[in-house]
């Protein structure tokens, strides 16, 4: 089975040359990833509902633009940034009651609330 693209040979090719050029950029460097997973396990921990996709992806973007280059981003900083990302804003994250999770700490059980049984997959 081949498969069918519109681009011919020499788009391919320089299509392939911009992309080893962007992957060398990060032969010389260090990154730190912070995933949605983190974020998660900051809500149970902390008694908050599970983001959808969205809020997980709108929390991500708004800690990157946020976040102090001097300290970086710590387990506190991304607490703190929870916090602060969610003041104001209605719908997430809502304050489960105490102890919710605690008899359900595994990590992909979510309790039995409406709130945390949304289908949420970020890996697609």
Known sequence: MTRQTNMNEAQ???????LEKKLAHYENNCTVVW??????????????N????EEA?????YIQRKHD????????????????FCDGRE?????MPEDYYKSC????????H?????EVEYNE
């Open 12 to 18: 391919m090719q320089q299509r392939i040359e911009e």
């Open 35 to 48: 995933m949605t997973e983190d974020l998660e396990w900051v809500c149970q921990r902390y008694n908050y």
């Open 50 to 53: 599970r983001p959808s996709k």
């Open 57 to 61: 992806r709108d929390f991500l973007a």
């Open 69 to 84: 280059a001097e300290i970086g981003i710590t387990w506190t900083t991304f607490e703190i940034y929870v916090d602060l």
């Open 91 to 95: 719908g997430w994250p809502i304050q």
């Open 105 to 112: 700490w595994d990590e992909d059980d979510w309790g039995d």
């Open 114 to 118: 409406p709130l945390n049984n949304r």
